[in-house]
């Protein structure tokens, strides 16, 4: 199966998801704002842990450029609330358990590891500007590097 690729200027799909204490979050909810949306595989696996601590050390300075920060993964809300919890995340870590709005931003697909083909999420960011459309599209990113990379993108210094 091969999944859709947005591109820039490709209006960002509509999706409400459920955090890890069942608030839910659409992307209408921060119209107006610019939001970093990434596509995680696992909630408390060394690359995702790796890459939202990354969000969240960097999570001020992004706040302070306009920047709303959400998490997307198929996990469970306990499962993400436990990851929550134990890395002190704090900015909204959303269950896409249907995987739907991973498969609307062509983030869920074939994967291959140690020679094994199957389906899963595959690790992307998205940035949608203030008028809902995706400013900027990466998928396949690495877990490590990934936020100093973006800020690159982005034209912001890494701090």
Not at 34 to 55: M, N, Q, R
Not at 126 to 143: C, L, M, T
Not at 145 to 156: E, Y
Request: charge should be neutral; charged fraction near 25%.
């Amino acid at each position: 199966m091969m999944s859709v690729r947005l591109e820039p200027g490709t209006p960002a799909p509509a999706f409400t998801l459920a955090d890890a204490s069942g608030k839910e979050h659409s992307l209408s909810d921060y119209a107006g704002s610019k939001v970093i949306l990434y596509f995680y595989p696992k909630a408390s696996t060394p690359g995702c842990t790796k890459e939202a601590c990354d969000f969240r050390d960097n999570l001020a300075s992004l706040k302070s450029l306009g920047y709303v920060v959400l998490g997307v993964s198929p996990d469970s809300p306990a499962a993400i609330a436990r990851f929550v919890e134990k890395e002190s995340l704090t900015f909204p870590l959303l269950s896409d358990a249907d995987h739907a709005v991973a498969e609307a931003y062509g983030a869920w697909g074939e994967k291959k590891n140690y020679g094994k083909v199957y389906e899963g999420l595959i690790r992307s960011t998205f940035v949608i500007d203030e008028q809902g459309v995706i400013s900027v599209a990466q998928y396949n990113v690495r877990a490590t590097g990934h936020v100093a990379k973006l800020r690159r993108d982005l034209g912001i210094d890494p701090k």
